[in-house]
């Protein structure tokens, strides 16, 4: 069973540090093995030229990350993030980013993950994401 975008949410506001939840991240999509949440633009996320910071943009990667995986195991459960990998490729200013995360191997002890990070209205990736999950 898979979760819901509000039983996400709140997943998001159990158990994540008060840091990342100023983000302000919303889920707007699960499935068996995916989830897809929003990233609000945000002047205080930006750095200088008023692109969003990609510090901003790898958390929220990490983050999906954590929801897809709770998604694909049906609940939340003890997990670590082992290595993530992000490559940017253009910047976003004044844009969401919609961060869709999906779980391409789901084992007893590990995960990995691929993340795709695009400004919502357009169709180029502003980010790409590979990660590595331990499982408890």
């Known amino acids: 069973m898979t979760l819901t975008p509000a039983e996400a949410d709140k997943l998001l506001a ?3 540090a008060p840091w990342v939840q100023l983000l302000g991240l ?17 002047e205080q996320l930006a750095r200088e ?3 969003l910071s990609g510090q901003a943009l790898m958390a929220a990667a990490d983050t999906a990350c954590v929801v897809a995986l709770s998604a694909a195991r049906g609940g939340f459960a003890p997990m670590t993030t082992v290595q993530q990998s992000t490559g940017f490729q253009r910047a976003v200013s004044g844009r969401d980013v919609l ?3 999906v779980v ?12 795709t ?5 357009t169709e180029e990736p502003a980010a790409r994401a590979t990660s590595v999950y331990a499982l408890g």
């Open 14 to 16: 159990d158990n994540f």
């Open 104 to 115: 391409t191997k789901l084992g007893r002890r590990i995960a990995f993950l691929d993340v």
């Open 26 to 42: 919303t889920t707007t999509e699960t499935g068996e093995r995916h989830a897809v949440l929003r990233l609000p633009w945000s």
């Open 117 to 121: 990070l695009t400004a919502e209205g």
């Open 99 to 101: 961060v869709h995360a």
């Open 49 to 51: 030229g008023g692109g």
